[in-house]
């Protein structure tokens, strides 16, 4: 309930408006034209004030693009985050400069110079990988292992990790590649050929790029981790602006407990013309 009538509050304010002076009513919340969930890590949002977007994960926000739509995202908490969906739809995902050093040559060491091993010991290894014959990837060799760069995400922004993974002789086990603060989440399940695996996070509370094997003894191989902030979602997803009709790409509402890395459910709604 607490949720509906935020929004409906929010949208009362985001069509009203003052115009020569007098009290001047625009386009007016017709009512919730779609709505679900997003598992976590799904949501895929930059919450800046400069560059606002979405783009969930199975969820095409191509026919909301029309300058009639808003969409309100509310965290396994509650907190909300509220915009309008720009009528100017993105091109397509795209990323900025690399962030992560000597993830893809692995030279120095070991461990590589720039990465810091715990629990481990990790090396480069000739592999005919991602990169084609006489390519290097790092192996590393434990149980449960990490290597790590000091890197801080992006205040508000959403960073796309990526690498390649391999099973080495400890046989098909989880890792993890990206950032997590609690250290104990999974990106996958190794198999014996290159596998490219991705990871999206928004926000800087994590320092760390892990790259992380887990389970038996033995060794496991990654190539080529790479670290980007996005900064133009993927053609299905929606730009976001304050105003209806406006330019300035961020949210109208935002609450400052909101996590964008949780479990979601959203709401769209028609605004009308």
Same mark, same amino acid.
């Given at each position: 309930m607490k949720k509906y009538i935020l929004t409906m509050v929010l949208l009362f304010f985001a069509s009203t408006c003052f115009a020569g002076g007098m009290l001047w009513q625009g386009p007016r919340y017709q009512g919730v034209v779609a709505s679900g969930s997003i598992t976590a890590g799904n949501l895929l949002a930059d919450l800046t004030s400069t560059n606002a977007f979405v783009a969930p994960v199975g969820l095409d926000l191509t026919n909301y693009q029309d300058g009639r739509h808003m969409i309100a995202v509310y965290d396994s908490s509650g907190y909300a985050a509220i915009?309008?969906?720009?009528? /100017?739809?993105?091109?397509?995902?795209? !990323?900025?400069?690399?962030?992560?050093? &000597?993830? $893809?040559? %692995? $030279?120095?060491?070991p461990p590589p110079t720039g990465w810091v091993e715990l629990d481990c010991t990790s090396a480069a290894l000739a592999d005919s990988g991602p990169g084609g014959a006489g390519d290097t990837c790092v192996e590393m060799t434990a149980t449960t292992s990490t290597l790590? +760069?000091? !890197?801080?995400?992006?205040?508000?922004? !959403?960073?796309?990790?990526?690498?390649?993974?391999?099973?080495?002789?400890?046989?098909? +086990?989880?890792?993890? @590649?990206?950032? =997590? #603060? /609690?250290?104990?989440? &999974?990106?996958?399940?190794?198999?014996? @050929? %290159? $596998? !490219?695996?991705a990871q999206y996070r928004t926000g800087a509370n994590d320092g760390y790029i892990n790259v992380i094997k887990r389970g038996a003894a033995g060794t496991m191989l990654f190539d080529t981790i790479s670290s980007k902030q996005v900064t =133009?979602? #993927?053609? /299905?997803? #929606?730009? @976001?602006?304050?105003?209806?009709?406006? #330019?300035?790409?961020? %949210?109208?509402?935002?609450?400052a407990s909101f996590n964008p890395n949780v479990a979601c459910t959203y709401r769209i709604l028609f605004v009308g013309d």
């Open positions: 915009g309008f969906i720009s009528s /100017t739809a993105p091109s397509g995902e795209t !990323l900025g400069g690399e962030r992560v050093s &000597n993830g $893809t040559d %692995w $030279t120095g060491g790590y +760069q000091t !890197l801080f995400g992006v205040t508000d922004g !959403l960073v796309k990790t990526t690498g390649y993974v391999k099973s080495g002789t400890a046989g098909d +086990q989880l890792f993890f @590649i990206g950032y =997590d #603060a /609690t250290g104990t989440g &999974n990106l996958g399940t190794s198999s014996a @050929i %290159w $596998t !490219l695996y =133009d979602p #993927a053609s /299905t997803g #929606a730009r @976001i602006v304050s105003a209806k009709g406006g #330019a300035v790409r961020a %949210w109208t509402y935002q609450h």
